[in-house]
T-cell receptor, first 118, second 115 residues
């Protein structure tokens, strides 16, 4: 089946530094990827839609200058949390759509990245 | 705006007992509904989906869900649960926003199976 990986799985950083999280589709091409944020014991909240070769589309209330998204290839999207602060600590999850699948509704999810900002 | 409500944050059940996880949605247009499962330290996996057609949808691992338009519900059921079903379950609805289909998730229900 379709596999999506995320790296790193866990990261601890100091306040004020930037952190990059990678999302890769391992066995399929993904024109569209999604980035979610999940707080403890809460649901997934969509942050942005990442489109290969174009700018990401951010959801209302998400700071595009703080959460930089780059989707430079059909198998890789990156999320960079710039000048991270403790309130950015969260579980970040990506998902990807198989470009060649007719199942437009199917998203394959990565295992998530836990970010802790000290 | 479309939304999803999962009425139970936690559901404890004994092994081999039946279970129902409740999900209600709000929508005034065509509805596409999903149930995902999240095992500890893993990504979300699709259990089942309703796009159209039969209102009773069967998924993986013996789960099924019924789309009820009049009650705006999409409850998940399993007749006999196993210890391995212990996980977080999310109901979601697909909405069209800014020209793309996106998922809106419910709050999640933690299913705990006791021996």
């Amino acid at each position: 089946g379709a596999v999506v990986s995320q790296h790193p799985s866990r990261v601890i950083c100091k306040s004020g530094t930037s952190v990059k999280i990678e999302c890769r589709s391992l066995d399929f091409q993904a024109t569209t990827m999604f980035w979610y944020r999940q707080f403890p014991k809460q649901s997934l909240m969509l942050m942005a839609t990442s489109n290969e070769g174009s700018k990401a589309t951010y959801e209302q209330g998400v700071e595009k200058d703080k959460f930089l998204i780059n989707h430079a290839s059909l198998t890789l999207s990156t999320l960079t949390v710039t000048s991270a602060h403790p309130e950015d600590s969260s579980f970040y999850i990506c998902s990807a759509r198989d470009t060649r699948s007719p199942a437009w509704e199917t998203q394959y999810f990565g295992p998530g990245t836990r970010l802790l900002v000290l | 705006a479309q939304s999803v409500t999962q009425l139970d944050s936690q559901v404890p059940v004994f092994e081999e007992a039946p279970v129902e996880l409740r999900c209600n949605y709000s929508s005034s247009v065509s509805v596409y509904l999903f149930w995902y499962v999240q095992y500890p330290n893993q990504g979300l996996q699709l259990l089942l989906k309703y796009l159209s057609g039969s209102t009773l949808v069967k998924g993986i691992n013996g789960f099924e869900a019924e789309f009820n338009k009049s009650q705006t519900s999409f409850h998940l059921r399993k007749p006999s649960v196993h210890i391995s079903d212990t996980a977080e379950y999310f109901c979601a609805v697909s909405v069209k926003s800014q020209g793309a289909q996106k998922l809106v998730f419910g709050q999640g229900t933690r299913l705990t199976i006791n021996p």
